[in-house]
């Protein structure tokens, strides 16, 4: 019996194989599919989530290792309709093209900026250099980045 | 859905289209009439679909492309499918514009795939805007008229006195206003007008059109909401894989199906012998299971062995070979010739020739290909992330042997498609082992399947000869491409070059010429096909004449191009020399061309004319031993007025840092007919740390408007290796920077 607690709800997956990567297992089993699949091996970050508030690649994380964790998706990234100014500034900014990488964008970008509230282009380089956007909004993403971060709520 | 059609898409993906040609393609459609308009531009007449509740009393819909509800809420239809380059955002502002619709109220939704109703529908060769433009213009300015037409009946006043404002009609001397949706019921009981008769907004009225519009479909993105076809889901859906042979072509001569049905979660395994046609079906076993990864997983008990008898052998290192030893001479067919480029080459004050090669590609999209099928009943219906729903529809009629109207295809938003989703291969993959099993299935390709399964960027070879006479003017050119054929006559998709292509037409003593060596490598379109490479090796070649002759590249470049003309006559989609010069200067002057660099420090200027944008780049870099860093790239684009000025940029840059992942460090090998690199680690995309300052210029222009999805890409390389070049000495003439034992900072 493998139990997962993803945005604060706990999902029973039943006797699932504890192999399947923790990116399946939001995707086919819990529905939730803001959580990205591009590489499997932990090279674009299109599968960030949150274990324990550290950003991780949900493609290369069994389920098993989740268990007894609080898992964060894009989808728990709000506060109920409340955007956290990430995604605002996001908005704001138009940074997506096909927006694909984008969710996995965003949740690397929410852990940098709870441990570093004010990040230098260089802090911002270094936590997003493992998310791949194939569409190369990279310059749009730094500057929303720094927006959220000068709204002071991030 | 004729052949005919495949024929007209694939002339838009592999060249400009010449005004004849999308009138050939619009021609097709029952409601559309295009003709070359005196002047420039396409002018059509036509009589616009009606829609679908037309006679709905609760909702006014003049067309297919829009609709209001008596509770206010306005809907417009994006017909084209959404693959990042933002067209669902510019179709809706389109239609807003004539509509004269509250921006901050409206819905854009995604069409149905139905061309009987829409015309051809596909996301490609950078056409949405371009063809488009003029009939969504009048789809929403026809919604405006009536919806006047209706107030002002209302009120027992001339329509004349009416004019309307965010989704209002507000009659003039009164003050009056009346909300659209408020008058929806009885503006459609009103005589539609024809199209061509409805007044269009001059560029001073317009609100929306050149504003910066965030995505339509950004809050659904940042929050994680299903949009993709990977996020279809439907009940009971199986989920499936599909191995076919690493070197294409190849047949199953034996699999262990028993073993790999024996696995957990897996509930069947079967071989499909396919069509034979690698834009369709080619022989594979599907496995279907009750998860992604059980699939997954069960690929690696798999174990098969494959009949490669008729199956692809090329090998890239053997080409390479091959293409040197051809660049000796001149080629197996002449594509132009006039005066005489030999003598003028002989007897030039300064000549060069160089050798210039760039390899195979891979499109990599970051959603690897994916498709959701459920056959059932003699009818299917997909789920399926395609740039080309309508040729999608034809491809799985054709597969399966059932009629178009037994196809339904749901366009979902895509990510990422740079030419790969032209070619639905993995749709009728999804739609065979539905059928088969019989039941709903998903099926998911795997990084590696999408890299060794695609249609790849060709690889190609420029033998290129150059003089500059004593006047220090290009005088002779020659450029002897050699690229690929797989039918032995004809080159690949993107693997051609034309007699106009810049600077042929320009240089009094030319040849071009081309040798085709044989592939089974499958090929295709990859943003800006051809264009992709041959603005590399001319741009680059041309940068390397003015050093030899001592003069300013940008100087030496304006001069070629000479008084302002159209290149073709009567062809507006044609180079402009005018046009190009501007962007020329444009971007020249806003980096700063001729200031004072530091020793490692050096400018580089490309321009490349593609899919009728004009568009110059300059590169500032900095290079130190042989690692580059790129500071900063300049943009002037000319592309007729802008739709979204956000999204607009946005593809500048974006297509800037798409060329720059290309240049620096991508290249597929092919040894034994297989891709030799599997995934991101042995393909390097460009990452956020060497992403360079991306400025964008518009220039301010009434030229018919143009797609910007590709033509803002061809430039950069030239531009960076020849800022690299500037700054160090270093010539780079095989790409990637890689190869040249460059590398990015």
Redesign the interface.
Known sequence: MTTISVNGTQHDLGDI?E???LL?AL???I???????????A??G?CTVHLDGTAIRSCSTPVSAAQGRQIT???G??DGER?HP??QA???H??????????GQ?MSAAALLAETPNPTDAD???A??G????????????AAIHTAAKSGKA | MSAHYTDTLAAFLDELPSPEKPATDLSRRTFLQASAAVGGGLMLSFALPRGASANNADAFAPNAYLRIGTDNKITLVSKNPEIGQGIKTAFGMILAEELDADWSTVTVEQAATDEATYGSQFAGGSMSVRLNWDTLRRAGATGRVLLVAAAADRWGVDANSCNTESSFVVHTDSGRKLAYGDVAALAATFPIPAPESVPLKQPDQYHLLGERITGVDNHALVTGQPLFGIDKAIDNARYATYVKCPATGGRIKTANLDAVKAVDGVIDAFVLEGNNNVQQLMPGIAIVADSTWSAIKARRALEVEWDETDACCDDSESFEREAQALSQRHGDTEIVRRGNSQRAIANAAVRLEAFYSYPFLSHAPLEPQNCTAWYRDGQIELWAPTQTPGRGLSNVAELLGLDESQVTIHQTRIGGGFGRRLINDWMCEAAAISKHSGLPIKLQWTREDDMAHDFYRVAGFHSLKGAVDSAGKLSGWEDHLISFSSDGDRPVSGGGIRATEFPAPLVDNTRITQTLMPLKVPTGPWRAPGSNGIAFAVQSFIQELATAANRDHLEFLLEIMGEPRWLESGNAGALHTGRAAGVIRHAAQAAGWGRELPANKGLGLAFHFSHAGHIAEVAEVTVNEKTVTIDRVTVAADVGPIVNLSGAESQCQGAVIDGISAMAGQKLNVSKGRIQEANFHQYPMLRMPQAPQVDVHFIDSDYPPSGLGEPALPPVAPAVCNAIFAASGIRIRELPLLSSGVRLA
């Open positions: 194989d192999t399947m990567p399946w995707r086919d089993r529905g939730l599919v803001g959580t990205k699949f591009g590489c499997g091996i090279q674009c299109a998706t894009i989808e990234l709000a955007l990430l995604q996001w908005i704001d138009d940074v997506p093209q096909c927006g694909y990488c984008q969710s965003i911002i380089d270094r997003m250099s998310n791949i956007c194939r569409c190369g909004t990279y310059l749009r993403i730094r």
